[in-house]
C-alpha cells in the first residue's frame, strides 16, 4: 500500500522514526503541505496521514485510490468526516497519548503563575538581586497551592491526571462538564481554572466577559485545551483591567499566532507555543499508535475509528 504523510515535521522533526510506519507499506513523506497540493501529493495513495494539513470534501472527491485516512492527533476537525463517510472511507485519529505530558505542562504553567520563577531568574541574571539591601526580593506575589481550589473544565483522561497532581500539593478539585450553570458554579468558586474539553459548537467562546466577570480577581485561567474556547479580546481586556490577577495559554484561536492577537499585549499572561503535547515520549506513543492504526485497518479490523 502506498502511505502519504502530509505533515510530518511536527511529530518528527529529527528525532521520532517515521519506520514504524514505514514497515507497513511504500512511504512519502512530507514535512509540509500547502492546501493547494494536497490532493497532488495524495493522488496515488491508499492511506493519507495528516495532523493539520486539511482533507476537504473536495480534496477526498479527488483522491480515487484513498481507502483510508489517519490524524496524528485526537481532534480531526481537518477532515471532512462527512465526505469521508459517504465514500466508505474510515478515518481513524490517536485518543490518548499525551495524557502525562499535558498534565504536567499544565502544573508547570500552574506553578509559574504563583512563582513567577522565569520571571525572576530574568531579574537576577539582569542584575537586580545584586543590587539589593536584603538578601532577598520578589517582585510578585509568591502563592502557596495547598489549600487553594482548582476548577478543572472537563474531565477526562487529562483532566483528571491534572487533578491528581494538584491534589498532591494540597489543592481542592471541582470539576465541571458541558453544563454552563456547573461551568458558572465552580468557576466562581476557584482560585485557578483549567480548560480540559474539547471544542464544540456549544462551547466555542465559552470563556468570555461574562464568565470572567464571575471569577475572584486574585484567580488565574490556564488552556491547554483548544484556542477557541477563548474569546481572546474579552480575555485581554479581563487581564488588562485586573478582572482575574493572569492567564496562561498554550493554544490560541489562529496558529502560529497572529502578531494583532489582543493576548499579546495583555497584561499577566503567558502564552507558549502549543508544547504541552510535545514531549518525546507523548511524540513516541503517538507514533506507536498511528502505525497501530495503519496495520488494524490493513488487517481489515481499523481501531479508534471516528466515522464508524
Known amino acids: 500500500m502506498k502511505i502519504v504523510i502530509l505533515d510530518g515535521h511536527t511529530l518528527n522533526p529529527g528525532d521520532n522514526t517515521w519506520d514504524a510506519v514505514a514497515a507497513l507499506g511504500e512511504l512519502t513523506t512530507y514535512d509540509y503541505t500547502p492546501v493547494e497540493q494536497v490532493v497532488g501529493r495524495s493522488l496515488n495513495a491508499d492511506i493519507v496521514i495528516t495532523n493539520k494539513a486539511v482533507l476537504s470534501a473536495e480534496a477526498i472527491g479527488q483522491l480515487p485510490t484513498l481507502k483510508f485516512i489517519t490524524v496524528t492527533a485526537t481532534g480531526y476537525n ?73 476548577a478543572i473544565i472537563g474531565y477526562g483522561k487529562i483532566g483528571h491526571r491534572v487533578g491528581e497532581i494538584a491534589g498532591a500539593l494540597g489543592m481542592r478539585i471541582l470539576t465541571a462538564g458541558r453544563e454552563i450553570e456547573k461551568v458558572r458554579e465552580v468557576v466562581a ?41 477563548v474569546a481572546e479580546q474579552d480575555l485581554a481586556d479581563a487581564l488588562n483591567a485586573g478582572v482575574i490577577a493572569g492567564a496562561a495559554v498554550d493554544v490560541v484561536s489562529v496558529e502560529p499566532i497572529q502578531s494583532d492577537n489582543p493576548l499579546l499585549k495583555a497584561k499577566n499572561c503567558i502564552i507558549t507555543p502549543h508544547i504541552a503535547w510535545a514531549s518525546l515520549a507523548a511524540r513516541q506513543r503517538l507514533m506507536q499508535s498511528t502505525a497501530e492504526n495503519i496495520r488494524a485497518f490493513q488487517e481489515g479490523k481499523p481501531i479508534n475509528v471516528i466515522n464508524p
Open 78 to 150: 481537518v477532515v471532512d468526516i462527512a465526505a469521508a463517510r459517504a465514500r466508505g472511507i474510515p478515518v481513524s485519529n490517536v485518543p490518548e497519548y499525551g495524557t502525562d505530558s499535558v498534565a504536567q505542562f499544565v502544573t508547570a504553567l500552574i506553578l509559574e503563575l504563583a512563582h513567577r520563577v522565569g520571571h525572576h531568574s530574568d531579574t537576577v541574571h539582569a542584575g537586580k538581586w545584586s543590587k539589593q539591601q536584603d538578601f532577598c526580593f520578589w517582585d510578585t506575589p509568591q502563592i502557596e497551592l495547598a489549600g487553594k481550589t482548582l
Open 189 to 229: 468558586q476557584a482560585d485557578v481554572v483549567t480548560f480540559h474539553c474539547p471544542l464544540t459548537d456549544a462551547n466555542k467562546g465559552i470563556v468570555n466577559r461574562e464568565l470572567l466577570s464571575l471569577m475572584k480577581p486574585t484567580a488565574f485561567l490556564i488552556n491547554a485545551a483548544r484556542g477557541g474556547l
